[in-house]
Nanobody, 124 residues
Framework: VQLQASGGGLVQAEGSLRLSCVVS?????MGWFRQAPGKDREFVAA????????IYADSVKGRFTISRDDAKNAVSLQMNSLKPEDTAVYYC?????????????????????WGQGTLVTVSS
């Protein structure tokens, strides 16, 4: 499975960005994680591959939306009302084990394929 993330950039606080992750290969769920400078990687959002279930970190709930884009074979992360503390490198990841099919996971150990990351910088 290969993943290609894009859409990062510089935005002012309260602005919006949309990240996209194009996926090739079989996958059973998708997630977004982020890592801010000097901090550990943290979970942001995840979606089951049938799109029926989504989960979010409390810090982004109500502001971010994860969705499938079947036309582009991608998963998107719409980020609204951005805050300076959202500044991080954002990574998309794929669940590739059939045993996890249908699940939605906030823990990185379930994800075996990772994209290269895209930088989001939110200025105050």
């Amino acid at each position: 499975v290969q993943l290609q993330a894009s859409g990062g950039g510089l935005v002012q606080a309260e602005g919006s960005l949309r990240l996209s992750c194009v996926v090739s290969g079989r996958r059973y769920g998708m997630g977004w994680f982020r890592q801010a400078p000097g901090k550990d990687r943290e979970f942001v959002a995840a979606i089951s591959w049938d799109g029926g279930r989504t989960i979010y970190a409390d810090s982004v709930k109500g502001r971010f939306t994860i969705s499938r884009d079947d036309a582009k074979n991608a998963v998107s992360l719409q980020m609204n009302s951005l805050k300076p503390e959202d500044t991080a490198v954002y990574y998309c990841a794929a669940v590739t084990r059939p045993a996890y099919s249908g699940g939605v996971f906030s823990t990185s150990r379930f994800y075996e394929s990772w994209g290269q990351g895209t930088l989001v910088t939110v200025s105050s």
